[in-house]
């Protein structure tokens, strides 16, 4: 062996004893919580910033809406049709192949980005912030990434080097379409326990939807109240809302969730996806800091700071948007029937100026959608209704 071989053999040697040849550095991101939504800023060809909504219900990334103030160049190849929850019609979107998505210092290379025609979730004026579309679950499949809840970072890390921290419980997954399935037991409202597969959903902003309707549907607590569940691909999800006695998801248990049961037209295209049987959403798992390790079929979890905190819903009935950013100045885009907001006389339209005698620009949207989910002897708020000015006590005494 010459000399030259051989220093570089004792070389290499030395830095593999030394710890030098180190395995590649993890990518952390930062990102910003919504409500329960996790939002990532990043820009698509070099495009200007877009705040995006991690989903991993869906595959590829959608762009819903786009301002003057926004840059972004993007090739389409096709017309393609979205199916998802909602009595709607089917979504209508452009495909664009072939982009590069910079996320921090992280480059996901040949992305599909899809853009709606036609923006039905509203998700700026739903969360009073600036809200460019969904970050699908393409993100998740080249690298091991921990949803850190508590610091609020994406951490990319390598498969091949990625060691699970061992106070992380792990559970298997089921990957289809890209999309992540967990079987979990649950205890139904009737005392049975049973096995349920599950979506597991970063974009759906509840605790969980079942199905209700249906063989090996499941059965609905006697105490529930009727409302409105969410915005799908397809339109409005409409159902029923209650407590299930408890989830087990790892090794935690979650009691007395409050959790929906949609209408079987409102999940008419997914009911039987796989034989699923609900989906997990974003205030259950926003309770774990998360590993998603798709190349390994686990899903790692560890109860967080917000895991104890209770479950609430939307008392009131009152559903809120807001329509300028400026003004901060929600309205009410509509009204549970038989609510304690329908019977004190809220309607659609009414804009809401007062909170319990404090000015509502002074509280973002979210802020205040907590105060009509929390329970207490009333609420009180001022409202504007065209020219004229309206107070209204609202009595705010959980049913379920």
Known sequence: MS??????????????????????????VPFQIVGSYIIVELSINGSTPLNLIL???VRNTIIT??????????KYSETTHLNGLGNGDQLVALSSKGNTMQIGKLDLQNQTVLVLEKDVFNLSKYTGSRIHGLLGSDILQDYVVEINYDRKRLV??????FVAPKNYSPLYMNMEGQKMFIQIPITEANGKTREVKMLVDTGAELAAWFRAHGNKSLSMPEQKVRGFIGQGLNGEI??????LPEIRFGNSVLKNSIVTFPDSTSIADVSFEGERDGTLGSQILSRFNLIVNVSANLLYMKPNAKFKRPFTY?????????????????????????SPAQKAGIVKGDQILEVNGHKSYEYDINEIRSILETPSHSVHLLIL????????KIPMKSEI
């Not at 071989?5 to 990518?27: D, E, N, Q, W, Y």
């Not at 809406?65 to 993007?74: C, F, T, Y």
């Open 3 to 28: 000399r030259t071989i051989l220093f570089v053999c004792t070389l290499f040697i030395a830095l593999h004893s030394f710890g030098a040849i180190a395995r590649p550095k993890p990518i952390s």
């Open 55 to 57: 989903d991993s219900g």
């Open 65 to 74: 809406e786009l301002s003057a103030q926004d840059s972004i160049l993007l």
């Open 156 to 161: 990319f890390y390598d498969p091949k080097s």
């Open 238 to 243: 409409t159902g029923y809302v209650g407590r």
């Open 314 to 338: 939307n008392i009131s009935g009152i559903e809120l948007f807001q329509q300028n950013f400026f003004l901060r100045i929600p309205e009410v885009m509509m009204v549970w029937e038989k």
């Open 385 to 392: 209704r065209g020219e004229e000015q309206i107070k209204v």
